[in-house]
């Protein structure tokens, strides 16, 4: 498995941003695809962005298109979260993660196998 670092959460009022991060010392990261889930108190885990390890292909939750964007720099062996115009129901804990090496952007949880420990994001009204 590879091992994921989140970070970058915390406290912010609606309207605001927040850019979230994912590392990992894998030196074969440029060759995974990347996820990033969220899961609120008593709620499922969510869907919320993947990039593909070409880079070329992206995927969006419906509840974040067009505020949220995933980007990757394979350099630095991260993956970003970039998070704008927030809003209280975006509040959870945000969770990176890492499918087999080879794998696409997959949006289901069952697609991963790798989990962060996740960074909690709060938004106020």
């Known amino acids: 498995q590879v091992q994921l670092v989140e970070s970058g959460g915390g406290l912010v009022q609606a309207g605001g941003s927040l850019r979230l991060s994912c590392t990992t010392s894998?030196?074969?990261?440029?060759?995974?695809?990347m996820g990033w889930f969220r899961q609120a108190p008593g709620k499922e885990r969510e869907f919320v962005a993947a990039i593909s390890w070409t880079i070329s292909t992206t995927n969006i939750a419906d509840s974040v298109k067009g505020r949220f964007t995933i980007s990757r720099d394979n350099a630095k062996n991260t993956v970003y979260l970039q998070m704008n115009s927030l809003k209280p129901e975006d509040t959870a804990v945000y969770l990176c993660a890492a499918p087999r090496r080879g794998r696409g952007p997959g949006i289901t949880t069952r697609d991963y196998d790798s989990w962060g420990q996740g960074t909690q994001v709060t938004v106020s009204s």
């Open positions: 894998e030196r074969t990261f440029s060759s995974y695809s």
